[in-house]
């Protein structure tokens, strides 16, 4: 399956973005599907995941409480609901999935995931 990560942009501090995931190739709809961010000089970091049957989510702490993982498995498309953004969440984000073997496993580590997208870049201004 291919993923494609769009969305991303320039927004002020305290804005909010919606990005979406794609894929082709293959339904979605049995993958469990991370999301994950990598800023200049640091690691990939996990932000939220979201089991395939849609029904489990995880979020990284800073990402509590402002974002919000969704799938919609009849349109093929795992979203992320950014609101409150700040600059520290300026980073390149990437969607990344699993075929799930369990409805309500999500996954946090980067090398479990086995699909990649090219990632969108987002910049949040102060």
């Known amino acids: 399956v291919q993923l494609k990560e769009t969305g991303g942009g320039l927004v002020q501090a305290g804005a909010s973005l919606r990005l979406s995931c794609t894929a082709s190739g293959r339904s979605l709809g049995n993958y469990a599907v991370g999301w994950f961010r990598q800023a200049p000089g640091k690691s990939r970091q996990f932000v939220a995941a979201?089991?395939?049957?849609?029904?489990?989510?995880h979020y990284e702490d800073s990402a509590k409480g402002r974002f919000t993982i969704s799938r919609d498995n009849a349109h093929n498309v795992v979203n992320l609901h950014m609101n409150t953004l700040k600059p520290e969440d300026t980073a390149v984000y990437y969607c990344?999935?699993?075929?799930?073997?369990?409805?309500?496993?999500?996954?946090?580590?980067?090398?479990?995931?086995?699909?990649w997208g090219q990632g969108t870049q987002v910049t949040v201004s102060s």
């Open positions: 979201i089991s395939w049957h849609g029904t489990v989510t």
């Open positions: 990344a999935g699993l075929p799930g073997y369990a409805p309500n496993r999500f996954y946090t580590m980067a090398d479990e995931y086995r699909h």
